[in-house]
């Protein structure tokens, strides 16, 4: 069981929001939902949940908790990395609500999907640490915006891996406009080229790119943005409208607290697709739910790694 006082408050600080979206631009081309909407909802939790990870390593090295990171033996997990604390596998996850921050966070429960629950191996060195990003309150929000525009999956996982050729990129806008266009290589590296270019003006991307994930932009385009691979019948167009404001703007994360897999799947219940929980709003597909409350301290973890002085944390 925990309280209000169990959980573990850590800065939310701009740098890692710049890591996240990073981290989670690479992961594009693993991304298969299927309609835009899904694509952009899935890219924010994998860059909300990296952000949290950040967080939680940043704070163990400055409390001097040891820890290991290995690779991810998950193959769902591509490029994944895991965190260990006296031989326990952290399982990371940060929870995603629809509405407003609950006042009385004990009130509600975890959850997870089934799916993915099902997809770990059982183990008793696995305990999930159940962590939130609390957002910052628009008329707050002090640092700048990152406006991307993912591609479609034809772009992003081309059935056939082919060059592309020299990418040709044009602008329609009154003002010059700096495009940042991310894909990967022949051997599947990740790559990134800068162009900057003048209204009207277009310029050639000589990377031998297979294939492109996102563009991102500094400043809202007021025209369309072409990119046109001669390997492609049509040029891709992106209009003004086609970008998002992927910025994480948070002001804290809280560790909540944690429960090993084993009892998890002992003691969660199931939760039908179509229900409508607070504050996670409707439940999209089969989910197991827990309470918050009877989930453990945090410090308790940190314990096993032989840390018992108290936990200094960010101001709730």
Same mark, same amino acid.
């Given at each position: 069981?925990?309280?209000?006082?169990?959980?573990?408050?850590?800065?939310?600080?701009?740098?890692?929001?710049?890591?996240?979206?990073?981290?989670?631009?690479?992961?594009?081309?693993?991304?298969?939902?299927?309609?835009?909407?899904?694509?952009?909802?899935?890219?924010?939790?994998?860059?909300?949940?990296?952000?949290?990870?950040?967080?939680?390593?940043?704070?163990?090295?400055?409390?001097?908790?040891?820890?290991?990171?290995?690779?991810?033996?998950?193959?769902?997990?591509?490029?994944?990395?895991?965190?260990?604390?006296?031989?326990?596998?952290?399982?990371?996850?940060?929870?995603?609500?629809?509405?407003?921050?609950?006042?009385?966070?004990?009130?509600?429960?975890?959850?997870?999907?089934?799916? %993915?629950?099902?997809?770990?191996?059982?183990?008793?060195?696995?305990?999930?640490?159940?962590?939130?990003?609390?957002?910052?309150?628009?008329?707050?929000?002090?640092?700048?915006?990152?406006?991307?525009?993912?591609?479609?999956?034809?772009?992003?996982?081309?059935? %056939?891996?082919?060059?592309?050729?020299?990418?040709?990129?044009?602008?329609?806008?009154?003002?010059?406009?700096?495009?940042?266009?991310?894909?990967?290589?022949?051997?599947?590296?990740?790559?990134?080229?800068?162009?900057?270019?003048?209204?009207?003006?277009?310029?050639?991307?000589?990377?031998?790119?297979?294939?492109?994930?996102?563009?991102?932009?500094?400043?809202?385009?007021?025209?369309?943005?072409?990119?046109?691979?001669?390997?492609?019948?049509?040029?891709?167009?992106? %209009?003004?409208?086609?970008?998002?404001?992927?910025?994480?703007?948070?002001?804290?994360?809280?560790?909540?607290g944690t429960i090993g897999f084993e009892e998890f799947t002992r003691?969660?219940?199931?939760?039908?697709?179509?229900?409508?929980?607070?504050?996670?709003?409707?439940?999209?597909?089969?989910?197991?739910?827990?309470?918050?409350?009877?989930?453990?301290?945090?410090?308790?973890?940190?314990?096993?790694?032989?840390?018992?002085?108290?936990?200094?944390?960010?101001?709730?």
């Amino acid at each position: 069981m925990i309280t209000s006082e169990d959980y573990v408050y850590l800065p939310f600080t701009p740098d890692l929001t710049r890591g996240s979206l990073s981290h989670a631009i690479h992961l594009l081309p693993y991304i298969h939902e299927q309609t835009a909407d899904e694509v952009y909802e899935k890219f924010q939790h994998l860059a909300e949940a990296t952000a949290v990870e950040l967080a939680l390593r940043r704070f163990l090295s400055q409390q001097n908790i040891p820890y290991v990171v290995q690779k991810s033996l998950n193959f769902a997990h591509h490029d994944q990395y895991d965190i260990f604390i006296a031989g326990r596998r952290l399982m990371l996850q940060a929870l995603q609500f629809e509405d407003d921050l609950p006042v009385d966070l004990l009130s509600t429960q975890v959850i997870l999907p089934s799916e %993915q629950h099902r997809t770990i191996e059982p183990s008793s060195r696995n305990v999930y640490l159940f962590a939130l990003i609390v957002k910052s309150k628009p008329q707050i929000i002090l640092n700048g915006r990152y406006l991307l525009h993912i591609l479609p999956g034809f772009w992003r996982q081309p059935q %056939q891996w082919n060059p592309l050729g020299g990418l040709t990129c044009k602008y329609a806008g009154l003002a010059q406009i700096m495009l940042e266009i991310t894909g990967q290589l022949a051997n599947q590296e990740i790559i990134s080229s800068r162009v900057s270019l003048a209204p009207g003006e277009q310029a050639v991307i000589q990377a031998r790119y297979y294939s492109v994930s996102s563009v991102h932009i500094e400043q809202p385009p007021t025209d369309l943005i072409g990119i046109k691979s001669p390997e492609r019948k049509k040029v891709y167009l992106i %209009q003004p409208d086609q970008w998002k404001d992927v910025w994480l703007a948070g002001s804290r994360v809280i560790l909540i607290g944690t429960i090993g897999f084993e009892e998890f799947t002992r003691r969660s219940t199931l939760i039908r697709p179509g229900v409508k929980i607070f504050p996670y709003g409707s439940i999209d597909e089969k989910s197991m739910g827990f309470p918050i409350r009877e989930l453990k301290p945090v410090a308790a973890l940190f314990n096993q790694a032989g840390i018992h002085k108290p936990i200094k944390t960010f101001s709730a």
